[in-house]
C-alpha cells in the first residue's frame, strides 16, 4: 500500500505545483469559473487516459485510441444526433470491435503497437468517411450535461474525481480488475490457474473501448461539433497521462487516481503555457518536453526508493 | 460439485495414477512407460539427477502435459474434459521453482486467481481469510500481511505465499500438493515449519509429491521414495527401504576419475593473476577455478558482473579478454533464428574477419574446425541451431566462446542437460585449453565438475565464503563450507 | 574440401526456397495491383510505373531505416521519422534559400539534423530507460514544434537544380529511385555481409545473449537509430525538393508507411529478421494501392480504412504464435 502511495505522490505533487503556478499567474482562476475553464477539457481527455490505462494495464500500448476518440465523437455528432438508435449501435460495434482486436493479438501473438497503428488509419477513415469536413451537432442532453452547473464545484472538476473512483473501484477493487491486472502482471500464471488470456485480452480492450466511447461523446458535448482530426493528440496525452500518474509500461502497474490527476496536469499544463503567452508554435514541444521530463524526474524517485 | 464435499482419507481409489505414461518432445523421451499412483495420505519424494525426467512426471500428474503414450487417470475424471481440468477437480495442486504469482497484485488478490469461482460478495474478505488462514497453518508466527504487494516481499516470503496457496482451502480441498524444491529460497527454519505440515497434512489424508535435492528433507517427510533416471522410474518403494547411498547409487551417480584430475591439477604451472574482482574473485594464467555453493547464492550475478566488467557496450574490439558460455541456453546463448554457423561464429566474427565485411572463407574453415573437434553432430552446418539436441547446443556455445583467442573464459552452469559422454569430452577440452594458458571461471552446480578445479571458490548469500585449493577441493569441504555459513547466518 | 563444402549447400531446392520468400508475395501483390489499376487507367501503365518507382522510393528510404530499427527486436520502433523528415527538409530549404551553390551545404544540414535526431532519440532511450516507442515519440514533438517554429508557414521554394534532379529521371528511371536503391543495395549489403548486420540481426533475436556473446550492444543500436534517422532527413530532404517546398504535414503519412513496408515486405516484427528485397516491393505495393483505389474513384475515408485493414491482415497473418514477445 505504501508503495501505491509513494507511487501516487508524484503526480499530485506536480499538479500541485502546476495549479500554484497557474494561480500565481493569473490569480483569476482561483474561481468557480476559472476553475471551469482551466479543466473543461480535462473530462475527455481523463477518459481517453482510462482507456489507454486499461491497454497499458495488459503491458500494450494503443497508438489508436486518439483516432479512435475521433471517430467516436464524429458518430456522436452525427448518428447519435440525428438517429440514436442507429448511433449508440455504432457506438456499440466499435466497443465490440475493440474487444475483438484484443483477442486476436492474443490468439496470434501480434504487436499491439504495429496492429494499433493500423487500426489508428482504420478509425481515422471511417472518421473521415461519416464526416468528411468538420461539423455535426451534439446531442441536446450532452450538451446539457457538460455545461451543467454544480453547487460549490465546477463540473469539470467533479466528474473527472468522479471517474477515477469508479474506475478505482472497478480495477483496484473488483475481483475483474484484479484478475485483468493479473494478466500484466504474469500471464502464465493465470494461465495456470485457468483463466482464459484471451477473453481477458479481449476484456481489457473491450474496456479501453468503451473509456474510448465515453471520451469521444464528452467531447462532442464540450465542443458541440466534431471533425475527423479533433482528438489525434489525444494519443501521446494518454499514453504521458498514464505515466505521469505512476504507470508502468510492463507487469500491470496502474493506479486509475494516478492516470486522472495526469489527464487533469497535461490539460492544466497546455493552460500553463498559453498564460506564460509561450507561442503557440512550441506548444506541441512543450507536451513532449513535459512528458521526457516526467519520466526523467520518475527515474530519479525510482532510484532513491531503490537505494533507499 | 462432488468433490467438495468428500474428504480425500476416505476414498480408496489413488488420487492420480499413470499407466505406462510415455511423454516425448520430438524425439526426446522425457517419460518413458512410467507407472505409479499417489494415495491420500501419502507423501512421495521423487528424486533424480537434473534432465531425469521429475518435472515432465510433475506435469503429466498436474495435467499441464498430456502423455503421448500411456494413460493418466485422476480422481472423479470426466472424459470429457481435459487432463488439466480433470487434475484440477480432483485437487492437485503445484508449486514450481518459478514464481508463479502476480507481482502487482496483493497476497489476498493472488489467492484470488487461484480461486477462480469465488464467491463474488464480500470476495476481498473471503480472500484475505482464506490467505491469512493458510499462512498460519504452514507458517506459524509469519509476517506477511494479506494487504502487502507481492512484488515488495522478499523472495522467500514469495514462496511462502505461494506455498500457502497450494495449501489453502479454495474452491476444492487440495488432495495432492506437488512440491518442486519448496525450500530452496528458505532458511532452515521455515523449512521445517514447511516438513511439519507435509507431515500433518498427509496425516489428515492429504497427498504430497515432494521433489527436492535434498536428502535430509526427503528422508524427514516422504513415505515413500520414486527413482528416476534417463526418464524412467528406476525405484518405487516404502522409504524405510533406502538408506542415503541407496538412493544415490539407484540415482546412477558415476564416481568421478579423481586421480586424473589430481595429476592434471598438479602438473600444470600457473601463470600469474590475471583478472580480481572486487569480491575477491580472482584467476591465474592457466587455472581452472570452480564458484560451488548452493544454487542461487550469487555465483552466476558474479561471474556476469566479471563478464560485462571487461566487455565493451560501446566499441568493438578485435582481442575480448573475456568470453562467456552460458548455460541457459535460450536466455543467454542460443540465436534461434539462425543456422548453426552462424551460431557459432558470433564471438569470433571480429577476429576472423580483417575489415567490417564478414570473411566467409574464414568463417566456414572456423566453424568447420571447430565442428570436428567438439564433435557436433550435425550433417549440415546451415541447420538451424534448434535442430540440434540439447547437448550439442551446448558444445556450439563452448565452441563459440573457445574460439576466440580470449585469455579468460567465463562458463555460468554450461552442463545443465549434457548428457555424460559430452562432458567428459568437454572436461578434456578444458584440461587441454587451460594447459595453453587460458584461465576459466567455471560455476557448476554439480560437485564432480568443481572436484576438477584448480581452485574453488564456495559462494553464500552473494559472498565467498570459502576458498579452497588443491587438496583441500572435496565434496566434503564444499558442502561444509556452504552448510556451515547457512546456519551462522540464522 | 569438395566434400565438406557441398555439405554446407542449403538443403532444400531453390525453387522451392524461393517460393517460400517472404518477400516475393511483396512483390505479387504490387504486380497484381499494377495491372487492375492499369486496366482501369487504360493508356497509361508506363507513366504509372514512373509515378510508383518515384513515391515508393521516399517510402523505401524511411522503411530501409525503420526495417533496421524493427529488426532490433520487440519494443524498437522509430515514431519520430515523420518529424525528423519535416524538420531535416524545413531547415535545409530554409538554409539553401533557393542559392544553387547552397545545395551541397544545405543537403549537409538535412543529414546533420537527422544525426541530431538519431543521436538525441537514443539518448532518450538509454538514459530515461523507455522503450523506444515513447523515446521517440516524445522527442518527435519537439522536432514537430521546432519546424514549426523555423518554418512559420512559409514555403521555400527549393534550389532549381536540385528540383530538377529530384523531378528528374536517368534513362528512364527517376532519380530519386536510382538513390532508394542504391540505399537497399547499401543495406543488403549491410545486413547481409558484414559483421554490424550479424550483430543486428543478433541483438533482435535475444538483446541479452547478444550482449553476453560479445557484442557491442551499445553502439549497435546507437548506430541504428541514428541511421533510422538520417534515411528520415534524406527521405525528407529528397521529398521537399521534389514536391517544391517543405510543409509541416509533409511526413504525416510516412508513420505508417515506414512500417507497413517493413511489415508487408515480410521482416519479423519479432526482430532478427529482416528483408531488404521485400522494402521495394511493400513500397510500390503502397503507392500503387492508394492509386489503384484513386483510379477505382473510392475517396480519402477508403483509402485510409484499406491501407489500415491491409496492415493489420499482413501482421496477423504473417505472425508466427509464440515467437513475437
Known amino acids: 500500500m505504501t508503495a501505491e502511495r509513494m507511487r501516487l505522490l508524484l503526480p499530485v505533487l506536480s499538479l500541485a505545483v502546476l495549479l500554484g503556478a497557474v494561480f500565481y499567474l493569473q490569480p483569476r482562476a482561483m474561481s468557480y469559473f476559472g476553475l471551469n475553464l482551466l479543466f473543461n477539457l480535462a473530462i475527455p481527455v481523463a477518459l481517453a487516459t482510462i482507456a489507454q490505462m486499461m491497454i497499458i494495464m495488459v503491458n500494450d500500448i494503443d497508438l489508436s485510441i486518439g483516432a479512435f476518440v475521433s471517430f467516436c465523437a464524429c458518430v456522436t455528432a452525427t448518428f447519435v444526433h440525428d438517429t440514436p438508435l442507429i448511433g449508440y449501435s455504432i457506438l456499440l460495434l466499435a466497443i465490440l470491435g475493440y474487444a475483438a482486436l484484443g483477442a486476436l493479438i492474443q490468439l496470434r501473438g501480434l504487436p499491439a503497437i504495429v496492429v494499433t497503428l493500423g487500426m489508428s488509419f482504420v478509425w481515422g477513415g471511417l472518421a473521415v468517411l461519416i464526416l468528411p469536413s468538420p461539423g455535426g451537432a451534439s446531442p441536446e442532453w450532452l450538451k446539457a450535461l457538460m455545461v451543467f452547473k454544480t453547487p460549490l464545484v ?77 482528438a489525434l493528440r489525444y494519443t501521446l496525452l494518454s499514453i504521458a497521462g498514464v505515466i505521469l500518474g505512476g504507470g508502468e509500461f510492463v507487469g500491470g502497474r496502474i493506479s486509475p487516481f494516478g492516470a486522472v490527476i495526469g489527464a487533469l496536469t497535461l490539460t492544466l499544463a497546455a493552460s500553463f503555457l498559453s498564460f506564460l503567452r509561450l507561442s503557440p508554435d512550441w506548444q506541441i514541444g512543450a507536451q513532449g518536453a513535459i512528458l521526457i521530463l516526467v519520466l526523467a524526474v520518475r527515474l530519479l524517485f525510482v532510484r532513491k526508493g531503490v537505494t533507499a | 460439485m462432488p468433490d467438495t464435499q468428500t ?64 494413460g493418466v487417470t485422476h480422481r472423479y475424471a470426466n472424459i470429457a474434459m481435459t487432463n488439466s481440468e480433470n487434475a484440477r477437480n480432483a485437487g492437485i495442486r503445484s508449486v514450481f521453482q518459478e514464481l508463479s504469482l502476480c ?20 470476495w476481498r474478505r473471503t480472500a484475505k481469510q482464506k490467505v491469512t488462514d493458510a499462512l498460519d497453518l504452514v507458517f506459524p508466527g509469519h509476517d506477511i500481511r494479506p494487504h502487502a504487494t507481492v512484488g515488495a516481499l522478499t523472495i522467500a516470503q514469495r514462496q511462502m505465499v505461494e506455498i500457502a496457496i497450494a495449501f489453502a482451502d479454495r474452491d476444492s480441498e487440495p488432495s495432492l500438493v506437488i512440491l518442486d524444491e519448496p525450500t530452496s529460497s528458505l532458511d532452515a527454519a521455515i523449512a521445517q515449519q514447511l516438513l511439519a505440515h507435509i507431515n500433518r497434512f498427509c496425516a489428515a489424508g492429504g497427498a504430497v509429491l515432494f521433489i527436492s535435492h535434498m536428502m535430509g528433507e526427503i528422508f524427514e517427510v516422504a513415505t515413500r521414495i520414486i527413482i528416476m533416471k534417463d526418464g524412467q522410474i528406476v525405484d518405487d518403494q516404502p522409504a524405510r527401504a533406502f538408506t542415503r547411498s541407496s538412493i544415490v547409487d539407484a540415482m546412477g551417480h558415476v564416481a568421478p576419475d579423481h586421480d586424473e584430475a589430481v595429476v592434471d591439477r598438479a602438473n600444470r604451472p600457473l601463470g600469474n593473476e590475471v583478472i580480481r574482482a572486487e569480491n575477491g574473485l580472482s584467476a591465474r594464467k592457466g587455472e581452472i577455478v570452480g564458484l560451488a555453493g548452493l544454487a542461487g547464492h550469487g555465483q552466476a550475478e558474479a561471474l556476469a558482473q566479471i563478464y560485462f566488467d571487461h566487455s565493451p557496450l560501446w566499441k568493438t574490439t578485435k582481442t575480448p579478454e573475456v568470453v562467456f558460455v552460458a548455460g541457459d541456453r535460450s536466455r543467454d546463448g542460443v540465436m534461434p533464428l539462425w543456422s548453426i554457423l552462424r551460431n557459432l561464429s558470433l564471438t569470433t566474427l571480429n577476429e576472423f574477419s580483417r575489415r567490417a565485411m564478414v570473411d566467409h572463407g574464414a568463417e566456414v574453415g572456423l566453424v568447420q574446425s571447430w565442428k570436428e573437434r567438439i ?34 573464459v567465463v562458463m555460468d552452469d554450461p552442463m545443465r542437460g549434457v548428457d555424460v559422454g559430452t562432458k567428459k569430452e568437454v572436461y578434456q577440452m578444458l584440461q587441454d585449453e587451460a594447459a595453453r594458458g587460458r584461465s576459466f571461471l567455471w560455476y557448476s552446480t554439480e560437485t564432480d565438475e568443481i572436484l576438477e578445479c584448480d581452485r574453488v571458490f564456495v559462494f553464500r548469500t552473494g559472498r565467498i565464503a570459502a576458498e579452497l585449493i588443491g587438496e583441500e577441493i572435496t565434496e566434503e569441504n564444499i558442502l561444509r563450507a556452504s552448510f556451515e555459513m547457512q546456519e551462522a547466518a540464522e | 574440401m569438395t566434400d565438406k563444402m557441398l555439405s554446407l549447400e542449403p538443403s532444400a531446392n531453390r525453387l522451392s526456397d524461393l517460393i517460400r520468400k517472404p518477400w516475393l508475395w511483396a512483390y505479387i501483390a504490387a504486380a497484381l495491383t499494377f ?32 526495417m533496421l530499427v524493427i529488426t532490433m527486436g520487440p519494443g524498437n520502433v522509430d515514431l519520430s521519422i515523420p518529424a525528423s523528415m519535416t524538420l531535416a527538409a524545413t531547415l535545409a530549404l530554409k538554409f539553401m534559400d533557393t542559392q544553387t551553390e547552397l545545395i551541397l551545404p544545405g543537403f549537409l544540414i538535412a543529414i546533420g539534423v537527422g544525426m541530431g535526431c538519431g543521436i538525441l532519440n537514443f539518448a532518450l532511450i538509454l538514459m530515461l530507460r523507455i522503450p523506444p516507442i515513447i523515446a521517440t515519440l516524445a522527442a518527435s514533438f519537439l522536432y514537430q514544434s521546432l519546424a514549426i517554429w523555423s518554418n512559420r508557414g512559409l ?16 534513362l528512364g528511371v527517376p532519380n530519386v529511385a536510382l538513390v532508394g536503391i542504391a540505399l537497399a543495395v547499401f543495406a543488403y549489403v549491410l545486413l547481409e555481409k558484414a559483421i554490424a548486420g550479424r550483430w543486428i540481426s543478433a541483438i533482435g533475436q535475444n538483446l541479452r545473449a547478444a550482449r553476453l556473446s560479445g557484442v557491442p550492444v551499445n553502439i549497435v543500436r546507437f548506430a541504428v537509430y541514428v541511421n533510422s534517422a538520417v534515411c528520415a532527413a534524406l527521405a525528407g530532404f529528397l521529398l521537399a525538393s521534389f514536391s517544391g517546398g517543405a510543409n509541416l504535414n509533409m511526413g504525416t503519412e510516412y508513420m505508417l508507411m515506414s512500417i507497413a513496408v517493413v511489415v508487408i515486405g515480410g521482416s519479423s516484427i519479432g526482430g532478427g529478421n529482416s528483408n531488404v528485397p521485400g522494402i521495394w516491393g511493400a513500397a510500390l505495393f503502397m503507392f500503387l494501392i492508394v492509386s489503384m483505389l484513386n483510379s477505382y474513384g473510392l475517396g480519402a475515408g477508403i483509402r485510409l480504412i484499406l491501407t489500415g485493414l491491409v496492415i493489420v491482415c499482413v501482421v496477423a497473418l504473417a505472425s508466427r504464435k509464440g515467437y513475437n514477445t
Open chain 1, 154 to 230: 465546477p463540473i469539470a472538476v467533479i466528474v473527472p474525481l468522479i471517474i477515477a473512483f469508479v474506475v478505482h473501484v472497478l480495477i483496484k477493487r473488483s475481483w475483474v480488475g484484479v484478475v485483468l491486472q493479473g494478466l500484466g502482471g504474469n500471464e502464465r500464471a493465470m494461465e495456470r490457474a485457468g483463466w482464459s488470456v484471451v477473453q481477458l485480452r479481449a476484456g481489457a480492450y473491450g474496456l479501453a473501448g468503451l473509456f474510448g466511447v465515453l471520451a469521444g461523446m464528452c467531447l462532442v458535448g464540450l465542443t458541440t461539433a466534431a471533425d475527423a482530426n479533433i
Open chain 2, 7 to 70: 474428504i480425500p482419507g476416505a476414498l480408496d481409489a489413488p488420487v492420480v495414477s499413470l499407466d505406462a505414461a510415455d511423454m516425448s518432445f520430438g524425439l526426446v523421451h522425457a517419460l518413458r512407460q512410467a507407472t505409479m499412483a499417489v494415495a491420500a495420505g501419502e507423501c512421495v519424494g521423487l528424486v533424480g539427477h537434473n534432465g531425469a525426467g521429475k518435472s515432465t512426471l510433475a506435469n503429466v500428474i498436474n495435467g499441464r502435459l498430456s502423455p503421448t503414450g500411456g
Open chain 2, 103 to 122: 507481482p502487482n497484485l496483493t497476497v489476498l488478490e493472488n489467492l484470488r486467481i487461484t480461486y477462480w469461482n469465488m464467491s463474488r460478495r464480500n
Open chain 2, 375 to 408: 564433435g557436433i553432430r550435425t550433417d549440415n552446418l546451415r541447420n538451424p541451431i534448434l535442430s540440434l539436441s540439447g547437448g550439442n547446443q551446448q558444445k556450439v556455445l563452448f565452441a563459440r566462446a573457445l574460439a576466440s583467442a580470449a585469455p579468460i
Open chain 3, 35 to 66: 495491372a487492375a489499376t492499369s486496366l482501369v487507367a487504360g493508356s497509361a501503365a508506363g507513366s504509372l510505373l514512373y509515378a510508383a518507382l518515384t513515391f515508393a522510393s521516399f517510402s523505401a528510404i524511411v522503411g530501409i531505416g525503420q
Open chain 3, 155 to 170: 514555403r521555400i521554394k527549393p534550389p532549381e537544380p536540385l528540383a530538377e534532379f529530384a523531378t528528374g529521371g536517368t
